[in-house]
């Protein structure tokens, strides 16, 4: 998740002047004029120039990137989900449901112990107390799992789970999906493909597409049954 919260924040410089500057689309007194409701929260309506917001979303690739690696996390968790906010609040627009899944996630991850094991935070806490004790032992990951509130985590997964759920009923209903060609399709739409897409188009043969097709289709349902969010009061 953070690393797609990195991949965000680096393509979102280059469009910094154009969505999220005065310079660009939406203005702030376009904002300010009604298009948007008043009980909001941006840090960017105090950026109304693009050298602002692109060194807003310079600073944002550098929080997700400590989240990635686990450095501060807690911290960098609190701030990033304030980011998320701040970008998603300035420009409206540009928003689909991916972006409220981002949402919804940065805020579920508010209660989540992501530092704990595989991070810079956990080799920090280990070098710390070997430190004091001088004990080679103490480096070394504890064998004992933690345990931690069950709520937030159980209704992340539950958040996942409904998303793939629904889009497993959306899909089944159409052609392309049933026919193995939506793949096929779906990379015909040059305005919605990276280079990546395009060359994936020119060198991929008929079969993988279809194979493609059918495994996005039916990938999600085993995610779904993977889930089992028991003990939503627990401990986890």
């Not at 917001?53 to 960098?76: H, P, Y």
């Not at 990033?80 to 981002?102: C, M, P, Q, W």
């Not at 710390?128 to 990951?141: E, P, T, V």
């Amino acid at each position: 998740f953070a690393g797609l919260l990195l991949k965000n924040a680096i393509y979102s410089i280059p469009l910094a002047t154009e969505f999220y500057s005065d310079a660009g689309y939406v203005p702030r007194s376009a904002l300010w004029d009604g298009l948007v409701r008043t009980t909001r929260f941006s840090i960017m309506d105090a950026m109304p120039y693009s050298w602002m917001a692109i060194i807003f979303f310079s600073i944002w690739a550098g929080i997700a990137l400590c989240l990635l690696v686990g450095n501060r996390t807690k911290l960098m968790v609190i701030i990033n989900f304030v980011i998320v906010l701040s970008v998603h609040e300035r420009n409206v627009y540009v928003l689909n449901g991916a972006d409220t899944v981002i949402r919804a996630l940065s805020f579920w991850m508010l209660f989540l112990p992501l530092g704990d094991y595989y991070s810079v935070d956990a080799l920090r806490k280990r070098l710390s107390l070997y430190r004091r004790s001088r004990n080679i032992k103490d480096l070394r990951a504890k064998g004992n799992v933690a345990t931690t509130f069950s709520f937030p985590l159980r209704i992340l997964q539950l958040q996942i789970a409904i998303i793939y759920l629904f889009s497993f009923i959306e899909k089944l209903p159409g052609d392309a999906w049933r026919k193995g060609d939506a793949i096929y399709y779906t990379l015909q739409l040059k305005s919605l493909t990276l280079p990546t897409g395009d060359i994936f188009l020119d060198i991929s043969p008929l079969w993988l597409m279809s194979g493609l097709s059918y495994f996005t289709l039916f990938a999600p349902m085993a995610i779904v049954l993977a889930i089992k969010p028991t003990g939503l009061f627990g401990r986890a």
